[in-house]
C-alpha cells in the first residue's frame, strides 16, 4: 500500500538550533517526493522536491532534505531553526508522471522556543 | 502573477445540506485537485481534474462530485453535509505542459467548511 509516515507529531527546538523532520514512504513505482509547510489558517507551501540526481536537495527559507532509497526515507533538515519556521510540516508522495494524485502523511508540527 | 484562488474563505453549514466550493488555477495550469483536511491531518485526494474530465479519484463517496470548466476553474460539491464533512479543503493546480512530467502542484489558501 502506498503510504507516507511522518514519526514525530510535534517537535519543539529552541531558536538557532538545528531541526530535522523525519519521512518515511511506501511506494511501488519511483517515487516523486514533496515536502510542504503549512503556516496556521494558510494553505500548503512548497519547500522542496526531489525525483531523481543527487539525494541532496536545497530547497527555499533554507531547508534541504536527503533522499535515501535503501531506507525509503526522505528526511528535512535546516542547520539553524528561526522563529518563523513554526508550522505545519508535511512530507508527500505521488508519481513522478500522469496524475498526480499525492498522498501526504499526517504532518509534524514544529514549535520553537525564543 | 495570481496564485490559485479559492472562495469562499469558511462556510457553515447544518447537516443535510449542499455545498459549493470553487477554485481557480495558478495561471498556466490546467489540471485541478481537491483535497480535505481534517483537524490535525494531513490532506487527503478527493479527485483531479484535467480536459473538463474527472481522472482520478481518492476514496471519497459519490457525495463528493466536481466539474471543471472550460477557462479550468473547477467546483468542488458535497451534497447530504455529515459532521465528518467538516475540514478544510484545498485546491491544488498544476500543468504537464511546464515543467515536463514534474507534476508540481500549487495550493491554495483553501476553504475552511464547518458541518452543524
Known amino acids: 500500500a502506498q503510504s507516507v509516515t511522518q514519526p514525530d507529531i510535534h517537535i519543539t527546538v529552541s531558536e538557532g538550533a538545528s531541526l530535522e523532520l523525519r519521512c518515511n514512504y511506501s511506494?511501488?513505482?519511483?517515487?516523486?517526493l514533496f515536502w510542504y509547510v503549512q503556516s496556521p489558517g494558510q494553505g500548503l507551501q512548497l519547500l522542496l522536491k526531489?525525483?531523481?540526481?543527487?539525494?541532496l536537495v536545497q530547497g527555499i527559507k533554507g531547508f534541504e532534505a536527503e533522499f535515501k532509497r535503501s531506507q525509503s526515507s526522505f528526511n528535512l533538515r535546516k542547520p539553524s531553526v528561526h522563529w518563523s519556521d513554526a508550522a505545519e510540516y508535511f512530507c508527500a508522495v505521488g508519481p513522478y508522471g500522469g496524475y498526480n494524485k499525492l498522498i501526504f502523511g499526517a504532518g509534524t508540527r514544529l514549535a520553537v522556543h525564543p | 502573477d495570481a496564485g490559485v484562488t479559492q472562495s469562499p474563505t469558511h462556510l457553515i453549514k447544518t447537516r443535510g445540506q449542499q455545498v459549493t466550493l470553487r477554485c481557480s488555477p495558478k495561471?498556466?495550469?490546467?489540471?485541478v485537485s481537491w483535497y480535505q483536511q481534517a483537524l490535525g491531518q494531513g490532506p487527503q485526494f478527493i479527485f483531479q481534474?484535467?480536459?473538463?474530465?474527472?481522472?482520478q479519484r481518492g476514496n471519497f463517496p459519490d457525495r463528493f462530485s466536481g466539474h471543471q470548466f472550460p477557462n479550468y476553474s473547477s467546483e468542488l460539491n458535497v451534497n447530504a453535509l455529515l459532521l465528518g464533512d467538516s475540514a478544510l479543503y484545498l485546491c491544488a493546480s498544476s500543468s504537464p505542459k511546464t515543467g515536463g512530467t514534474h507534476n508540481e502542484q500549487f495550493f491554495g489558501p483553501g476553504t475552511r467548511l464547518t458541518v452543524l
Open positions: 526531489y525525483f531523481s540526481g543527487d539525494t
Open positions: 511506494y511501488g513505482a519511483t517515487p516523486y
Open positions: 495561471s498556466g495550469h490546467d489540471t
Open positions: 481534474y484535467y480536459e473538463e474530465e474527472e481522472r
